[in-house]
């Protein structure tokens, strides 16, 4: 399982976790599933952490944006690939509660961001066991043809 992604593209994941660090950024992004072997990252859009209360350890996406996440998808001819948060001040490692809630088939992409820097970042997917996975990550240019 490989998850290819461009610089711009991760460079977006960053700058929201850093910019919302030290809480738990979180959003989706988009592109094109080959065959669930590897997928190729196009876009990726930043959403706002609906969590109520404390956001420096926990991430919440309102039900509306995953719809509009969704509609975004088809409208656009795109696969909604996953979901990516930060860990402020943790590695980039899913919690017992990200493995609770993840959903089969979605990538999980994970900024750990110390001292508010992006240090490091691992992608996730859930198995047939419900237990995660590790993905590579790659930053590749897509082609234009």
Known sequence: MKLEITHKELQKMHQHAEADYPNECCGFFYGQDQEGEIRQVQFVQQVDNAKEGDQSRRFQIDPNDYRKAEKYAIDHDLDLLGVYH????HPAEPSEHDRKVAMPWFSYVIVSVQNG?????????????????????????????
């Not at 930060?86 to 001040?89: A, E, K, Q, V």
């Not at 995660?132 to 043809?145: N, P, Y």
């Open 86 to 89: 930060s860990h402020p001040d």
């Open 117 to 145: 820097k992006a240090a490091a970042t691992r992608s996730w997917r859930l198995n047939d066991e419900r237990q995660f996975d590790e993905e590579t990550i790659s930053e590749k240019e897509l082609s234009t043809s």
